[in-house]
């Protein structure tokens, strides 16, 4: 199995590329033309780097270096600066998701690809309403105004919702949605849910990013994972914090 992995320089992408790995996967990994590989990115030959600017590329780019891969995984975030929470692209998350199941959709293959976006726990899953309170919903409409990012998390898990839905035949999809992250050099016990079991804003929990890595990695891997998650939103707390 080839996977594409985008946003895979980040703090979470790069362990998703070694978990990957450490499965016996080939990756695909895009990365941005000036920034150099972060200490640490996993070496091995059954990785193939692709410098690009992901929202750069042309359609029959990005379509070639989708094709043949039966999981793309998107790591993609902003950065937490003045410019990267405020400067262009605001849309990044939502744009390059829609581009990249645009390429699967025009690739046609005979079975469809796993999409996995990694989200954030304070997104709501709108699909099942999920309870929230009113001092908690005022706030994340704040949020969503103040902070384009948010907003982006938001527009790119709907996208996945609404447009392409949970009958495509070409595309299946989850969202990963951690709460607060954290580094860890080791995969602990972790958890997973439907929905939020605490608030992400005023009793947030905490999720390591390699934790984060291996559940992602579980579910492009795994069919009874993908199964069991496919079409839903799932919220990861390290084990001790839900």
């Known amino acids: 199995m080839t ?5 895979a320089s980040g703090e979470t992408g790069k362990l998703l590329v070694g978990e990957l790995l450490d499965r ?3 990756v695909k990994a895009i990365v941005r033309p000036e920034r150099s590989l972060p200490d640490g990115f996993p070496t091995s030959e059954s990785l193939t780097i692709i410098r690009g600017t992901l929202l750069e590329l042309s359609d029959a780019e990005m379509r070639q270096h989708v094709k043949g891969c039966r999981a793309v995984a998107s790591c993609l975030g902003h950065n937490l600066s003045f410019k990267g929470i405020y400067g262009k692209p605001r849309r990044l998350v939502v744009d390059a998701t829609r581009r990249l199941c645009q390429a699967i959709k025009a690739n ?6 796993r999409f996995v976006l990694m989200n954030t726990a304070g997104n709501s899953n709108r699909d099942l309403q999920e309870p929230l ?9 704040l949020v969503r105004f ?3 990012p948010h907003a982006d998390n938001e527009q790119a898990a709907d996208f996945l919702r609404r447009e392409i839905g949970q009958l ?6 989850v969202v990963v949605r951690p709460d607060s992250l954290i580094d860890s050099d080791r995969v602990t016990e972790h958890e997973q849910y439907p929905s939020p079991t605490r608030s992400a804003l005023f009793n947030a929990g905490k999720t390591s990013r390699i934790n984060v890595a291996h559940f992602m990695a579980d579910l492009i891997s795994s069919d009874e994972s993908w199964k069991r998650w496919k079409g839903q939103m799932p919220v990861i707390y390290n084990k001790g914090f839900s």
Do not use: K, N, Y
């Open 3 to 7: 996977v594409l992995v985008v946003g």
């Open 24 to 26: 016996g996967l080939s």
């Open 108 to 113: 046609a293959s005979d079975d469809p690809t």
């Open 133 to 141: 309170s009113f001092g908690h919903r005022c706030m994340i409409g």
């Open 146 to 148: 103040l902070l384009p």
């Open 168 to 173: 495509d035949r070409q595309v299946e999809w």
